[in-house]
């Protein structure tokens, strides 16, 4: 596995340019004694309660490749290496850039995308096919990222102590259904109405995400989850509105076509391959 899109160019909010890492100079098995990358670590994560002190603070002393108190630290790549100055290093190879960039925690950094799916159907109701394939279209909820401006899957961080399944179900209503600016009565209803669909589940991916936010020593991971809503029922009864750190969000035809945040768009190629729809 080779990452391409955190190899690339400007590091995202920053004037820090990527050292160049050429295809047969990722790994860190391959010598490479001109590599000499920028270090890039975010001032926004300073004094930030959820975010790593630096490696060399004297009071840190992270436990790698284990559950440290409330931070996951276990990558699901198996143990990552950590060199001899404290840093772990990228399971997948150098990226250009060092430090945590901005990422709040070194090494894993675990996030959970939900993909909210449906069949796509004419005013009548039928489901639509596509004319060249004959298979059916699938559709996904799709969210406009506030940062780049990119359309991505909605999800987010996996908080401290906190399971998957309700990252999954809390990113979705907070970034796809607008569920931070809403009333305690208006939260509860959109939690009840969707509790059941957000059980029933199809893992779709679990494993290292190429988001140009990584770094050689800080990178994302994350469990990519579809859910399903067949008979329009549910999700698709509902309004869908922007929030958190999205800036829009919409029902999103599939096809081969889409170019999506970080590696995105081979989430919902495994999806459309597992139903048999268009592409």
């Excluded at 010598?31 to 004094?47: D, M, N, S």
């Excluded at 140009?212 to 009864?237: C, L, S, Y």
């Excluded at 969000?249 to 495994?270: G, Q, T, V």
Aim: charged content about 30%; aromatic content about 10%; some cysteine.
């Amino acid at each position: 596995m080779l990452h391409q899109k955190c190899r690339q160019g400007i590091y995202p909010s920053s004037n820090a340019k990527r050292f160049e890492v050429p295809d047969e100079k990722v790994s860190w098995t391959v010598e490479y004694p001109e590599y000499k990358p920028v270090a890039c670590t975010a001032a926004v994560l300073q004094g930030k309660p959820w975010a790593d002190p630096e490696i060399n603070e004297s009071t840190f002393e992270p436990k790698w490749n284990e559950i440290d108190g409330k931070v996951n630290r276990k990558s699901f790549t198996g143990d990552y290496v950590v060199n001899a100055d404290g840093y772990p290093l990228n399971p997948v190879g150098r990226t250009g850039i060092v430090g945590r960039g901005l990422l709040g925690r070194w090494g894993p950094n675990h996030a959970a995308d939900p993909i909210v799916t449906r069949w796509k159907r004419d005013n009548s109701g039928l489901v639509e096919t596509d004319k060249c394939t004959g298979k059916r279209v699938l559709q996904f909820v799709a969210i406009q990222r506030r940062d780049s401006g990119e359309w991505a899957i909605p999800g987010g961080m996996v908080d401290p102590n906190e399971t998957v399944s309700t990252t999954l179900m809390r990113e979705f209503m907070e970034e796809a259904l607008n569920f931070l600016e809403k009333d305690d009565a208006e939260k509860e209803a959109l939690r009840n109405s969707i509790r059941e669909f957000f059980t029933k589940r199809d893992e779709v991916y679990k494993g290292y995400v190429d988001d140009p936010r990584n770094t050689d020593n800080a990178w994302m991971e994350t469990v990519a989850i579809n859910f399903h809503d067949e008979d329009n029922a549910v999700i698709g009864k509902l309004a869908l509105q922007a929030g958190d750190d999205a800036r829009n969000a919409r029902w999103m035809d599939i096809n081969s076509r889409i170019n999506l945040y970080a590696n995105h768009s081979e989430f919902i190629r495994k999806i459309v391959s597992q139903r048999d729809a268009h592409w």
